[in-house]
C-alpha cells in the first residue's frame, strides 16, 4: 500500500494559495479549513510504476481541491477526470428520470462542451502574461 505523505501546515496553506483559495477544478471558492490537497497526477501511479514517489509528492502536483471535485476525481488522471465530466449530461439523460421529466418540461437545458478546468484557464492567462511582457 501506498504511503502518502503528510503535509505541513506550511505546505497547505501555500496549496489552498496556489489558485488564489480557489477549487483547482471547478473553481469553486474554498476556506482554508474545508478543502483537500489532490494530486494532479494520482499516487496510485506509483503502484504501477510510472512515477516514484519524490515525483508525485511535489508542490506541483499538489492541487487545491473541493470535497466534491476530489472524490469525483479519485484516482483518475486528469482526462479521464475530464471525460466523466463531459459525459454527465449522457448519464443523467439515460439512466435518471426526474432529469428526463426537467428536460421535457425546460427545466433544465444541456449545455455539452469541453471542459476546461479553473487551473488550466488560470496558467493559460498567466502564460498570456508572461508573452505579453516580452513584445
Known amino acids: 500500500m501506498i504511503q502518502r505523505k503528510t503535509l505541513s501546515p506550511k505546505v497547505k496553506e501555500e496549496v489552498f494559495r496556489k489558485y488564489d483559495g ?27 510504476g510510472l512515477y516514484t514517489s519524490e515525483e508525485l509528492e511535489t508542490f506541483k502536483n499538489y492541487m487545491p481541491a473541493c470535497k466534491r471535485c476530489n472524490h469525483y476525481k479519485r484516482a483518475h488522471s486528469l482526462e479521464t477526470f475530464r471525460k466523466y465530466i ?12 426526474i432529469y428526463k421529466v426537467g428536460l421535457d ?31
Open 105 to 135: 418540461y425546460g427545466l433544465i437545458e444541456e449545455h455539452p462542451r469541453k471542459i476546461i478546468f479553473y487551473f488550466e484557464e488560470i496558467e493559460k492567462e498567466k502564460e498570456e502574461l508572461k508573452n505579453q511582457k516580452y513584445l
Open 22 to 48: 480557489h477549487c483547482a477544478y471547478c473553481g469553486k471558492v474554498l476556506t482554508p479549513n474545508d478543502f483537500q490537497v489532490d494530486h494532479l497526477i494520482p499516487v496510485a501511479r506509483e503502484r504501477f
Open 86 to 97: 463531459e459525459e454527465i449530461p449522457y448519464k443523467l439523460a439515460r439512466d435518471n428520470y
